[in-house]
């Protein structure tokens, strides 16, 4: 049985590329913020840096309403979900070459580093970093976020299985929120119950479960709005024709983010409670901010994002997110200064300029020929349908 598809439902949404910018740049403020020991002072901007690692929420909610998609698609429309193999595939050559390239320079250029033993190259090449306590090397701390992101890569063929079934429902929005929230909920009481450690795992992707399902649940209730059988998800596209509404929701929940109540603003361990109410409030400020570039009709606003300096933010995005870090080690050795001193904004500034400038290089000498590359599925066969090919640029640059 199929089903008329219409070609809003296969479209790339290449606004949303801008908003992985803002995660990006909220990372790297976050980042900053710690490097210049402003986090931890007492000013409101120390609380407010402090709490800029919302980037990650924005990162992963944006990944598992992008990648999701196209599963949730194939079953709405009764069609073949993408091929688990070329998916990886793709999913590597997105991925791991840029990550390489920085893992090697960090390793081998950082002095802090040296001399790197077998254990570090090996962890960081395979992204298992996060699995024991202090194996982060410097110049590669924001990389803790990513070695989940690929944990998520790989189960994803799975979940989406598990979760979808063989034919569409108006209840899987409420399935994939409920799954996701049990997960994460159960992680969190592990911790607090003293079974698993505040300090390793929330840095594992079951801490996270919550975020990557409510981006899962977001592209299960689009598909549904496109196909014709989400009138129950209308409200989505009402708040999609109020971005200011849903943004000015968003700074308060962060600002609620800025107080005692998500926990130490240093490297100390939280609460389990915090550490819940972090991920709570996150997750609001993330959704809030995407589903109005995701949902609703074309505005001025999503013409912003969709503009051609977006565009093009959102394709060095990955490479500001890797190169960032070693911009910054670097710019207190050159300049030597002692840890935790400097001046916040003018930091930022250089650090972004010189985390745009390599990631420029990262995408147009690395990324983008890997990913042609990648699109290359070894014996692949040309696509028989026109709106199979549609959904593979849907998702091309995700």
Known sequence: ?????????????????????????????????????????????????????????????????????????????????????????RRAARILPAYWVAVVTC??????????????????????????????????????????????????????????????????VFRIAVAAAVVTGGWVA????????????????????????????????????????????????????????????????????????????DLAEPTAGQFATKLVLYLVVAVLLIVPVAFGPQTRTKGVFDSVIGRWLGRVSYGLFLWHPFVLEGIYLVDGRPEFTGDPLGTFLLTVAGGLVLATVSYYAIERPCQRWGGQWPGRRRSTSESQSKVAVATAAS
């Open 190 to 265: 592990l911790m607090g119950w003293g079974v698993l450690s505040l300090g390793l795992h929330t840095m594992w992707l079951p801490s996270y479960a919550g975020w990557f399902g409510a981006g899962m649940a977001l592209a299960s209730a689009h598909v549904a709005l496109c196909t014709g059988r989400g009138e129950r998800w209308r409200w989505l596209d009402d708040l999609g024709r109020a971005p200011l509404a849903c943004w000015t929701i968003a700074l308060g929940a962060l600002a609620v983010a800025t107080t005692p109540v998500t926990g130490p603003r």
């Open 107 to 172: 390793l081998l250029v950082l002095p802090q580093n040296r001399p790197a033993s077998t254990g570090d190259w090996l962890r960081h090449a395979t992204l298992t970093q996060i699995y024991q306590h202090g194996q982060l090397r410097h110049g590669l701390s924001q990389t803790w976020s990513l070695a989940t992101e690929v944990t998520f890569y790989l189960l994803l063929p799975v979940l989406a299985t598990l979760l979808l079934g063989r034919r569409p429902r108006p209840d899987r």
């Open 1 to 89: 049985m199929s089903v008329p598809i219409p070609d809003q439902a296969l479209r790339r949404l290449p606004a949303l590329d801008a908003v992985r910018v803002i995660g990006a740049l909220a990372v790297v403020g976050h980042h900053v913020g710690f490097a210049t020991g402003r986090n931890t002072g007492d000013a409101a901007v120390g609380a407010w840096l402090s709490r800029l690692d919302v980037g990650v929420a924005v990162f992963f909610v944006l990944s598992g309403f992008l990648l999701f998609r196209p599963y949730a698609h194939a079953q709405a429309t009764y069609r073949r979900p993408p091929a688990t193999g070329r998916y990886l595939w």
